[in-house]
C-alpha cells in the first residue's frame, strides 16, 4: 500500500512540474520555420530547423490544390536525405525549388495554392504532428519581383486531419472549460463501449458485499461508486500522462500474460470470499491505522474499493479510443502533462457516470440485510469468476476458455439444483443445455464461446475466400517491401490479443458483407503489438499509434492518407464512410 501511495504522489507531482520538463522541447513555431521566396522563375521553399530536430524524407510532399489536388514532390530536385536511426532525414535547413514552367505544365493557371506538407521529430525523442504550409502564387504577365513572404505557423486544415489529430488540436486552440467539458461528453460517450462494462458486476459485487452486515442506503452506494470511480480516473490519468511523455504505455505492460494470470486468481479469491469460505481484510498494522479514526471500518472499505478501482481501469478496461489517442498526442507533442492530464481525469469521470448511476440505484432500492442476501452474494461469486474467465481469454486458447466456461455453468447449474426451487430448477435445465452445446463446440474444435457452432456452421456458409484475409508484418522493413510490392491502396491494422475492440472489428466489421467487399480492393496488412517488443513500439511512434486497434491506410500511388486514420472501433457503417471519403 506504501508503494501504491508514493507512485500515485511521484507520478502527479511530476507531471504538475512538467512545465520544466517541457523546456528542453520546443515549440512547433521554435522547431520549424518556414519560409516562401517568390522569384522570378520559381517559387522558393526553405524550412529552417531547429536544434536536434530532423524531418523525414518521406513525409516531405509539394501538392498544387487547385482546381483538384495534384502531387508534384517527385518532379522536384529534393536535396540528398542522411540515415538516421534507420530512417532517411533532413537536418538543418530544407531548400525546395518549384519552377513555374513545372506548375503550368499540370494546369495553366493564373493563380496556384501551393501546399508544402512535412513532419519531424526532435532527436530527444518527442515527434512534432504532421505540418501543412499553403501559399498562394500569382503568376503575373509583366515581370515578376521577388518576394519573401514568412509563414505563420498552422497546422493542416482540418479537412485534412483526422478525429485523433483533430482532439489533439482542440486541446492547443480551446479555453480550458471548454476542453474540460468536451472531454466529459468524450467519457460519456465511451461509457457505452465495452471499457467500462467489464467494471459494472465488479462494482456490483462490492455493492453487494457491503450490504451483508449493513443497509445500503443511496448515499453510501453513490459513495462507494465515487471511490471506486475516482480510484479508476486517477490510474487513466497516471497512464496516459506516463503514456504521454515517456512513451511508455502502461496499460501495454499491465497485459502481460503472467499479469493477467495473477488478476485472474485474484477475482477467484474474490469470488471464493463471497461463497463464504473466509473473508478478505486488510494486513492487520493498516486496520490498525484506519481504526484510530472515528469511522476506521468504514475507511477500511474505502481502501480496498479505491485499490480496485484502480487496478480494474489499467488491467480490466484497456481501450484506446481518438479522445485518449488524442490527448496523448497532445501531451507527446508538447509535454503539457498538466492539462492533458486534467483532460483524461475528465473523461474518466464521464465514464464513471453509468458506474455512479449503479451506486445510486443499488443503494436507494436494495432491500435491508437478510437470508436473500447469501443467494445475492453467491451470484456474484459467480459472476466475479467470470471475470476471471473473461480476462484469460487474453492469455489462453479458445478451447480452454470454453472448457472453463463450461466449468462454471455445471457448476452454477448444480449450486441451483441443490435449492429445490421451480424458478432454480428451470434456469439449471437451461444451464445444463448451455453446458452441452459448448461440450460440442469444445469437440467440433470452436474457439469462441459465443459461437460454438462455428466449426459445425461454416460448411454451409460462405466459402473462405469471401473471408478477409491480413498478412502479417513484424517491423517496419517488412511493411515497406510489403507497401512497394502492392498495386493497390494497403490498409496496416493494429492488433493485439489482449484488444478487446480488435475482436469487435474481426468479429463485426471485418465480417460485414459490404466491408468484405470495398475491402478486396486493397492489400491487407496486419501487425501483432501482443509482446509490446522494440519492433512493435518503432512501428507505433513512427505512425502515432498510442495502442490497438489502430488502422493506417495508403493510397494506389502508396502516399499515406492522414485523414484516413482510425482509432478505436468504427462499426461497418463508419468504417465504410471513411473509406467511400478517402478512396473515391
Known sequence: MKRILLLLLVTFVYSFSSTAFAQKFLEPNEAFKPIFLKSKNSLDFKLELGTNIYLYDDKIKVFINNPQKIEITKELNIPKAVAYQEFMVHFDVLNLSIPYELLKSKVDLKEYEIEVKFQGCSKEGLCYAPIGEKYK????????????????????????????????????????????????????LLSLTPCVFPMIPILSSIIVGASKNESMTATKGFLLSLVYVLSMSVAYTIAGIIAGIFGANLQVALQNPYVLVVFSLIFVALAFSMFGFYEIKLPEFLQTRLNKSTSGKQNQGLVGIAIMGFLSALIVGPCVAPPLAGALVYIGQTGDAVLGGMALFVMSLGMGVPLLLIGLGAGRFMPKPGGWMEGVTKFFGIVMLGVAIWLLNRVLDGSTIIA????????????????????????????????????????????????????????????????????????????????????????????????????????????????????????????????NSDDDKAMQKMFEVVGPPAIIFWDDKKQMVQSAKIVGYKNPKEFLEIINKNFQ
Do not use: M, R
Not at 514568412?150 to 485523433?164: F, G, V
Open 137 to 188: 502564387l500569382t503568376l503575373e504577365d509583366s515581370k515578376l519581383k521577388n518576394e519573401t513572404v514568412e509563414i505563420k505557423k498552422e497546422a493542416l486544415e482540418s479537412t485534412n486531419l483526422n478525429e485523433t489529430d483533430l482532439i489533439a488540436n482542440s486541446l492547443k486552440n480551446n479555453n480550458l472549460l471548454l476542453v474540460l467539458a468536451t472531454f466529459f461528453g468524450f467519457g460519456l
Open 404 to 531: 472453463l466456461w463450461v466449468l462454471l455453468i455445471l457448476g452454477t447449474a448444480l449450486y441451483l439444483k441443490t435449492l429445490g426451487h421451480g424458478t432454480a430448477d428451470l434456469v439449471s435445465s437451461f444451464l445444463f443445455i448451455a453446458a452441452v452445446v459448448l461440450i460440442v463446440g469444445i469437440i467440433s474444435g470452436a474457439k469462441d464461446p459465443l459461437n460454438p457452432f462455428e466449426k459445425l456452421t461454416i460448411l454451409q456458409s460462405k466459402p473462405a475466400a469471401n473471408e478477409l484475409v491480413f498478412k502479417k508484418v513484424k517491423n517496419i522493413a517488412e511493411l515497406e517491401i510489403a507497401i512497394k510490392n502492392s498495386d493497390k491502396p494497403v490498409i496496416l491494422d493494429f492488433w493485439a490479443t489482449w484488444c478487446v475492440a480488435c475482436k469487435e472489428f474481426e468479429e463485426i466489421t471485418f465480417k460485414d458483407e459490404a466491408v468484405i467487399k470495398k475491402l478486396q480492393n486493397f492489400t491487407l496488412l496486419q501487425v501483432d503489438v501482443t509482446q
